[in-house]
């Protein structure tokens, strides 16, 4: 790894309409792997991405300069992405973002033709395909967790997402250039927070570098 021998602590992002509290199963599952984790909440709707970004990088600065990995959760792990490209810290362990729409996000944009649906998105989500970085180039490994479940909002709301989506998030729309893997579970958008699976996933990458072999078979 390129932080040295430290076992790097886990930096926890939730995504869009949440709060921290989100991201408290998950942790549950790491601190029990042995993992230290800190979560960072921020206003997902109220303030733009890049402002998120700042507030991230001086809750990173808070910490103190030690090694960290960082997961994040759907608009979450773009608001990582980005920080990273900005920031490139040079403690950096390894980075896991879940059902995150890099390349783009359809129910976004169908909900953005609406008064209301702009209302929903808030700041942060409409400044990414502007803010977008180039492919991953740094260093650290980079993973992927993907939904294959059609469950949630999103599906009700906006029925048209292409196929195989998670019920909010096409699986097309979480392939970032550079990443070192991907794997398709059979969990939803929101479900991939409180599936254990998924945590078992994350645990192992942050571990490992690698997807468990079981889980990389979920796509078949």
């Known amino acids: 790894m390129p932080v040295g021998t430290e076992h790097p602590a886990v930096v926890l992002v939730h995504g869009l309409w949440m709060g921290g509290w989100a991201c408290q199963p998950l942790k549950f599952f790491l601190q029990r792997e042995g993992f230290e984790v800190l979560v960072f909440a921020y206003p997902s709707t109220r303030q733009p991405l890049s402002a998120n970004v700042q507030r991230l990088a001086r809750f990173v600065a808070a910490v103190g300069g030690r090694p960290l990995h960082f997961v994040g959760h759907s608009l979450g792990g773009l608001l990582v992405l980005k920080y990273l490209s900005d920031h490139h810290p040079a403690a950096l362990g390894r980075v896991v973002v879940l059902g995150s729409p890099y390349s783009g996000c359809h129910a976004a944009e169908r909900l953005a033709q609406r008064r209301w649906g702009r209302a929903l998105l808030g700041r ?97």
């Open 124 to 220: 942060s989500l409409p400044e990414w395909p502007t803010q977008r970085p180039g492919r991953w180039e740094l260093a650290a490994d980079l993973g992927v967790i993907a939904g294959l479940r059609r469950l949630g909002l999103g599906r009700l709301v906006v029925p048209d997402v292409p196929l195989p989506n998670d019920g909010v998030v096409a699986l097309a729309e979480t392939e970032i250039p550079g990443a070192k893997a991907r794997v398709a579970m059979r969990v939803s958008h929101s479900g991939m927070l409180f599936s254990r699976r998924v945590a078992r996933a994350v645990a192992h990458f942050l571990l490992s570098g690698e997807f468990p072999r079981q889980a990389a078979r979920e796509e078949a």
